[in-house]
């Protein structure tokens, strides 16, 4: 049974920063690209954030300069650092990959991240 558990979240003031990190309990972690994802209330998932297996990574424009995804292939770890954090980037923060069945693995319970002086 895959477990993918999130961490690191928390309630920041505006401006603060953030470490996110997530575990993925699989054997092939290290050819796999990473995503981490975010569900505001009342809205959709969104992918924020992605990184190739060679480490190269990619943002949506809306948090461009601000989040950095980075990845840890010795402790099956991905990370999402967030920067200048804003009142809209309160989520839950999930990450994930491609499970071998097809789609993505079933999602963990994430991290909530709550941006509010």
């Known amino acids: 049974q895959v477990q993918v558990v999130e961490s690191g979240g928390g309630l920041v003031q505006p401006g603060g920063s953030l470490r996110l990190s997530c575990i993925v309990s699989?054997?092939?972690?290290?050819?796999?690209?990473m995503f981490w994802y975010r569900q505001a209330p009342g809205k959709q998932r969104e992918l924020v954030a992605t990184?190739?297996?060679?480490?190269?990574?990619n943002y949506v424009d809306s948090v461009k300069g601000r989040f950095t995804i980075s990845r840890d292939n010795a402790k099956n770890t991905v990370y999402l650092t967030i920067d200048s954090l804003k009142p809209e980037d309160t989520a839950v923060y999930h990450c994930?990959?491609?499970?071998?069945?097809?789609?993505?693995?079933?999602w963990g319970q994430g991290t909530q991240v709550t941006v509010s002086s």
């Open positions: 990184i190739t297996s060679d480490g190269s990574p």
């Open positions: 994930n990959t491609y499970s071998p069945r097809g789609g993505l693995y079933n």
């Open positions: 699989i054997s092939v972690f290290s050819i796999k690209p």
